[in-house]
């Protein structure tokens, strides 16, 4: 599965739209993108998944550049309740088993 | 609720104990997927099981087990505990093997003393 890299922190104000940037340079033609989020110590929870096209529903929408190579994650109007850790991850959608694996995330503080 | 529920919310026990963690899945998913969240590893996969059977393992200790039973439940059993298995253990499950987003539990505060 891709590596990815995402910034270690950043902060958005209330009300505005929280860009949160992935790296993933290294993705296969089969691998898509994944974002999930974590608030406090809670169970981390499903945001979005796509793998080429530009992707959208309740929660976000995720913007893929056409070579696949980054993405970003788009909160179109923060609130304070999306402070979190956000993770992004690259899986390959491959026969068998696959696991998410989580790296270090993007802490995003919503400040009012 | 996120559908997938995990017993017990909190565990304190002494070095050297056995525990055991369970996790049943939300309805209609047939894999089962733990893992280990520490303040300095961050989210480690531990393993996971398909409808009863084992189907990958990552960071695993030996002294850590687990299965899943045929009403899909799972249960991970930690022994001979140490102080740094102190962590929440998630558990998360999917409709297929690895499935389009996993669900996960609010978790298990295991703390070694």
């Known amino acids: 599965d891709a590596k990815t890299t995402q910034p270690p922190s950043m902060d958005c104000a209330e009300g505005r739209a929280a860009n949160l940037p992935c790296n993933h340079s290294?993705?296969?033609?089969?691998?898509?993108v994944y974002w999930y989020r974590q608030i406090h110590s809670q169970g981390p929870q499903y945001i979005i998944h796509?793998?080429?096209n530009n992707e959208t529903n309740e929660m976000a929408s995720l913007i893929i550049t056409e070579d696949r190579k980054s993405s970003t994650l788009i909160l179109p109007h923060a609130t304070l309740r999306d402070t979190a850790v956000y993770y992004c991850i690259g899986l390959r959608d491959r026969a068998g088993s696959y696991q998410l694996t989580f790296g270090k995330g993007t802490k995003l503080s919503v400040i009012p | 609720d996120s559908g997938v529920t995990q017993t017990p919310k909190h565990l304190i026990t002494a070095t050297g104990q056995r525990v055991t963690l369970r996790c049943s899945p939300r309805s209609g998913d047939l894999s089962v997927y733990w893992y280990q969240q520490s303040l300095d590893q961050g989210l480690q996969f531990l393993i996971q099981?398909?409808?009863?059977?084992?189907?990958a393992k990552g960071n695993i200790l030996e002294r850590f087990s687990a299965q899943q039973f045929p009403d899909l439940h799972s249960e991970l059993n930690l022994s001979s505990l140490e102080l740094g298995d102190s962590a929440l253990y998630f558990c998360a499950s999917s409709v297929e093997q690895g499935g389009y987003g996993y669900t996960f539990g609010s978790g298990t505060r295991l703390t070694v003393v």
């Open positions: 290294t993705i296969s033609g089969n691998e898509y």
């Open positions: 099981y398909y409808n009863g059977e084992e189907r």
């Open positions: 796509g793998l080429k």
